[in-house]
């Protein structure tokens, strides 16, 4: 019986034995911003417990996309980080999340604005996956979600009620956008999101980013998060999660800029350093970001004094 004999050139060797050596990478982060030390320790044990659940996912041989929807979903059901059952109300009293998720081949599904869902990052990973809209936002979303049996979740948690009471001013009760944009930018010491950065052992690279938004901001108001090329990007060569100031964020294409870097030689810390810097001379915005790169190098950066994270590999 003939045999049949298959050459491979060395470039292709090469390839073959980096896909068989890549050890799967995960890092996740729950927000950014001024917590207090008490809450830092519990924050970051959410992380390490998202990671876990993560990182089960990418050992066990799931892809990257797999792999951030669970760590995403573990911080969304936390009921402590801003996202998903923990996330703020705008100033009318309602919670309405945003997310996104983004594979190294260039699919991507995002939701912004959606009440009641439970976790949002599973309807965007939904629109990943049919590859045709990008963005689904609002009421509509949220039918889609309960047509496709998702989860939902009635009322804001005993902590984030407590806070828009709080904070419930008279332009927030009058709805005054004047006003209340006064008070946003005077003041807005508690941010936070939730994201992770995934790299499976096929060098595939995926990014989520998960966020209940600004507390007692108008209703509507939507920030990065579900933002492609804002809160959220990712490519074969790298992707990133962001967190922080949304509005800057999203004006400055962060996340994008950070993979554009990566792209042009900078190590991903580096360019991480690089889109933070920007933020804070260009419009003093307060930022963290998680990324990796397809070796699987990682990045934790922030600016302002507290950022919860996690990684595995």
Not at 74 to 87: F, H, I, K, Q, T
Request: net charge neutral; charged share 20%.
């Amino acid at each position: 019986m003939p045999t049949c004999a298959i050459v491979f050139g060395s470039s292709e060797l090469k390839q073959i034995q980096n896909l068989e050596n890549m050890k799967p990478v995960i890092i996740v982060h729950g927000g950014c911003g001024g917590v207090p030390e008490a809450e830092q320790a519990g924050r970051n044990a959410i992380c390490q417990a998202a990671a876990d659940a993560g990182y089960q996912v990418l050992i066990d041989g799931g892809s990257a996309v797999e792999a951030v929807e669970a760590a995403v979903m573990s911080m969304e059901n936390s009921r402590v980080l801003n996202a998903g059952v923990g996330a703020y109300a705008q100033a009318d009293g309602v919670a309405r999340r945003d997310a996104s998720i983004m594979a190294g081949d260039g699919r991507a599904g995002s939701v912004a604005q959606v009440p009641l869902l439970k976790n949002p990052i599973r309807l965007a990973g939904y629109l990943l996956r049919q590859d045709a809209h990008v963005m689904l936002v609002g009421e509509p979303a949220f039918r889609l979600g309960l047509r496709l049996k998702h989860e939902c979740t009635f009322s804001l948690t005993a902590a984030k009620q407590e806070y828009w009471l709080k904070h419930l001013s008279e332009a927030c009760i009058n709805l005054d956008y004047e006003a209340m944009a006064a008070e946003w930018k005077a003041s807005n010491p508690r941010l936070g999101t939730v994201g992770c950065v995934a790299l499976d052992r096929t060098g595939a690279l995926a990014a989520g980013t998960s966020t209940g938004g600004t507390g007692q901001v108008f209703p509507g108001r939507c920030g990065d998060t579900p933002i492609i090329g804002g809160g959220t990007y990712c490519t074969k060569q790298a992707g990133v999660s962001m967190t922080g100031t949304g509005e800057r964020i999203m004006a400055l294409l962060s996340a994008k800029t950070l993979v554009d870097y990566v792209r042009h030689s900078r190590p991903v810390e580096e360019a991480g350093l690089l889109v933070l810097n920007e933020l804070q001379s260009v419009s003093k915005g307060s930022a963290g970001l998680v990324a990796l790169d397809a070796q699987g190098n990682a990045a934790h950066l922030t600016n302002t004094p507290f950022m919860a994270w996690a990684q595995r590999r």
